[in-house]
C-alpha cells in the first residue's frame, strides 16, 4: 500500500474530518435529484458501486445488502444451509457471524481460536467438523486474515462452503491474495465504525462464482426470481413486474437491499479507502512505537504472521496483569484519565452471551435448531469450557481506537497510552 508511505500530515489531508466529504456529497445529491426513482438505467449508483466494488478486489460479482450481516445470511441461503445443519464459527466475534446461523436454522458450532493471532484455529476447526459441517464462516478479526491454506484445504477435503466474514478487514493480504478473495464468498461490512461505510450500516459480498451470486442477489431480495448476478441487476424490469401475469418468487429471500443513498456514501469511501486503510495501519504502528519504545513488557503487540498484512480495524493488546501491576479496568481508567478515549474490551465470547447459553432464539430453548428432529448433531448446549483458549484470552484484550480522521486526534491517543505506561512503570 504506497500511501503508508506517505508523511502522515499529507496522509490525514487525504481525509475529511468527520468522515463525509465533497465526493459524498455530490453523489448523495446525485440521487436526491434524481428523486429515489426505481430505474434500470445501467449507469444507476447501484450498478456503479458494486462495479467499482468488484475492481478493487478483482472479483467478477458484488452484491450490495443492507448490513453485514445480511450478508452473511444471504451467502448461507444461497449456499443450501438450513435445518440439520452444521456452520463452524469462532467464539471471538460479533454475536451476527453466528446468530445468521440461527437465523437460517442451522446449528453455530464453536472452534477455537489462535491465541497470538486471536483468529479461528484450524486444528479445531478439523476436531469439530461432523458429517452434518456444511460451512465455516471464518472471521478476520481486526484486521488480519486467519490461516486460510488450512481452512481451504479442510474445506475441499470435506466438501465445505468457506464464507469470509471481513467485516473488520479491507485490503489486508494473505500470502499474496487480497483478503476477500480467497473463499467462495467473502462479507464486507459498512457500519459506521468500519474501514468504510455507507452511512453506520451496509454490506456487501463478493465472489467470482456466477450462480452463486445470483442466488445470493435473489436471497437479498425477496427472492425475485429474475434477478441476476451482474452488477445494478437490482429491479426487475418494468415490462415484467407491471403484467398480471408475472410470477415473481421461485425461493424464500428477505429484505436485505441497500438503499440508494447509503450506496452513493460508500462509492464515495471507497473512492478513499486506500488512505482510510493507510491511516489506520499508521496509528496502529504508532502505538506499537510507543509500546516498544517505553520497553513496556505487559502489553504484547498483536502477531502478523509472515505473508500477511494487517490493516487495523482496531489495535488490539494482550494485557499481562501480573507485570502490569493492575487488572484491565484500572489500567483503562489510567488510561482515560490521561486523554484517552475509552478502551474497548473484546466482546464476550459468543457461545458465552446469554442469547447463547440459555438457547433463547425462540419463545422455548426447545424450539433452537439444536433441538429440531432434522438435526442429528450432538451439540445441545453452550456452556464455559468450550472454548478455553478465547474464554481465558478475552478478559485481557485491549482494543484501542484506530479510526480517528485527523493526525491531532490520532497523535493525542498516542500520547495518553504513552502517558499510561509511564505512570504504571513507576
Not at 450432538?378 to 464455559?384: I, R
Not at 493526525?407 to 491517543?413: P, Y
Request: aromatic share 10%; hydrophobic share 40%.
Amino acid at each position: 500500500m504506497e500511501l503508508c508511505q506517505l508523511p502522515p500530515r499529507e496522509l490525514f489531508g487525504m481525509l475529511p474530518a468527520n468522515r463525509v466529504g465533497e465526493q459524498d456529497r455530490r453523489y448523495v445529491g446525485e440521487v436526491l435529484s434524481a428523486g429515489f426513482r426505481n430505474t434500470e438505467d445501467p449507469a444507476d449508483i447501484f450498478a456503479r458501486f458494486e462495479s467499482a466494488f468488484a475492481r478493487r478486489f478483482g472479483v467478477r460479482y458484488a452484491i450490495l445488502h443492507n448490513s453485514g450481516t445480511g450478508t452473511m445470511q444471504s451467502c448461507l441461503l444461497a449456499a443450501g444451509i438450513g435445518p440439520g445443519d452444521e456452520v463452524i464459527v469462532p467464539p471471538l466475534t460479533a454475536v451476527s457471524t453466528a446468530m445468521v446461523v440461527v437465523q437460517c436454522g442451522a446449528v453455530p458450532v464453536f472452534a477455537d481460536i489462535d491465541p497470538h493471532t486471536f483468529n479461528i484455529d484450524p486444528r479445531d476447526v478439523a476436531r469439530k467438523i461432523t458429517p452434518y459441517t456444511r460451512a465455516v464462516i471464518p472471521v478476520s478479526l481486526y484486521g488480519l486474515a486467519p490461516d486460510y491454506d488450512a481452512i481451504m484445504e479442510l474445506a475441499r477435503t470435506h466438501g465445505l462452503t468457506v464464507i469470509e466474514d471481513d467485516a473488520q478487514c479491507f485490503l489486508a493480504e494473505y500470502k499474496g491474495k487480497l483478503v476477500g478473495t480467497i473463499g467462495h464468498a467473502a462479507s464486507f461490512s459498512f457500519q459506521a465504525s468500519k474501514h468504510m461505510t455507507s452511512g453506520g450500516d451496509g454490506g456487501v459480498v463478493v465472489t467470482d462464482d456466477k450462480e452463486y451470486a445470483r442466488s445470493i442477489r435473489k436471497r437479498a431480495s425477496l427472492g425475485f426470481r429474475t434477478l441476476g448476478a451482474a452488477p445494478g441487476d437490482v429491479f426487475v424490469p418494468r415490462d415484467l413486474r407491471q403484467d398480471h401475469s408475472f410470477e415473481r418468487h421461485d425461493v424464500m429471500g428477505y429484505n436485505f437491499r441497500m438503499s440508494a443513498v447509503q450506496a452513493a456514501l460508500g462509492l464515495a469511501q471507497l473512492e478513499r479507502l486506500d488512505a482510510l486503510v493507510a491511516a489506520r495501519v499508521y496509528i496502529a504502528k504508532r502505538y506499537e512505537q510507543v509500546i516498544r519504545g517505553e520497553r513496556c513488557q505487559w502489553l504484547i503487540p498483536p502477531v502478523v504472521p509472515e505473508g500477511c498484512s494487517h490493516t487495523y480495524w482496531s489495535y488490539v493488546c494482550k494485557l499481562d496483569e501480573g507485570r502490569a501491576g493492575v487488572d484491565w479496568r484500572t489500567f483503562r481508567r489510567i488510561f482515560i484519565s490521561h486523554g484517552g478515549d475509552g478502551l474497548y474490551a473484546a466482546w464476550r465470547p459468543v457461545h458465552l452471551e446469554p442469547v447463547f447459553r440459555h438457547l433463547a432464539f425462540y419463545g422455548r430453548p426447545e424450539q433452537a435448531p439444536n433441538f429440531d428432529p432434522r438435526y442429528q448433531g450432538s451439540v445441545k448446549c453452550y456452556q464455559p469450557g468450550d472454548c478455553p483458549v478465547c474464554e481465558s484470552l478475552q478478559p485481557r484484550l485491549c482494543q484501542f481506537k484506530t479510526s480517528m480522521q485527523t493526525l491531532e486526534k490520532a497523535e493525542s491517543q498516542i500520547s495518553a497510552l504513552r502517558a499510561t505506561i509511564r505512570v504504571l512503570s513507576r
